[in-house]
């Protein structure tokens, strides 16, 4: 993978322009028509197509002239598109190395402000630019490689069966999004800052996988997992992919829960059985690792108390409709 801060340096705003009415194009043809760029991009045809033929030979466009001339993007391009946005509103400063790459996202580390509207409590004086933070940037990658299998897994696409990979990505990072907002910071998951398109920007969590750690008294965390399982449960959510790879143990003992685009509702009728799953998951873990016995009836009495799933809980990830093109804090509608 080229180094996308690299790549994006190279762009200049013609192309950043192109790459955009490429992508608008996108979400109603699977190739966007030459006119359709043409229009969006706001530039003479003359001006596009030269445009155009250097993104081809950067190898960011694709090209086809059957049954028209239309042109279409990849995941990188669209990656370029939604840094673009991210810089441009002072999110994102700096883009550093890759994180870890997932089969549906890359995380890049980053450096950036929070937007003033992410936090009202953390919002500095008036007057006074935020200070630099370390950033975690997460571009969903559902959908291009295997859609029939996330069309059937993932709730955000049950309304779109012919959704077009571009709106899968899409999708899931607003649901994961909104999902942090609602639990962020009663449960102890990473802090969300800021959406464009696919891409999600988080507060960088720090700390280590659970899977990589060795852990002295390893019966504590195990407790402390679940309490925030159970944090999360109150707060209306079931992980629903929760397993060893993604808990963060930090250097001062505090654990950190990522990776939530699969959650669902506690109302959902799967969400007792997908609680159990992650409660297992957690629990094999910690029997394997360090011959840790707890019942799974007992760990799920932690987890999830007298709470069922047909109670009052918070509200669905996928209940409100939510601008992904450009996100933040102060305007998640």
Known sequence: MENL???FLRLDRKEIALLKAVERGMRTSEWA???????????????????????VGKKLVSRTTEPYEGYQIGF??????????????????????????????????ALGRIPPGADEQAAPPEGEETELV??????????????????RAREHLADHPRCAWIHAARLGAA???RTLKALH????????????????????????????????EPEPFLELILEEVASAWRRGFVHADLSAYNVLVGEEGEVVIIDWPQAVSRRDP??????????KNLLDHFARKYRLDLSLEAALSSAAADLGPGEEGGKEAGDEEVDVSTTNGAAEG
């Open 270 to 279: 799967r969400a007792r059985e997908l609680l159990e799953r992650d409660v």
């Open 175 to 177: 649901r994961e999004w």
């Open 76 to 109: 990188v391009a669209y990656d370029l598109v939604a840094l673009s946005d991210l810089v441009a509103r002072d999110v994102v400063l700096s883009l550093g190395d890759l994180l870890g790459v997932g089969k549906e996202s890359v995380v890049f580390e």
């Open 33 to 55: 028509s030459m006119e359709d760029v043409v229009a969006r991009a706001r530039l003479s045809p003359k001006a596009a197509a030269s445009g155009l033929a250097r993104l």
């Open 134 to 151: 370390p950033l975690a940037v997460k571009f969903h990658r559902q959908g291009r490689t295997s859609f029939k299998h996330v069309r």
């Open 185 to 216: 910071p009663e449960v102890r998951v990473p802090r969300p800052v800021a959406l464009s398109h696919h891409a999600l920007v988080m507060e960088h969590a720090g700390g280590t996988e659970l899977y990589r750690v060795v852990l002295e």
């Open 5 to 7: 801060a690299d790549a």
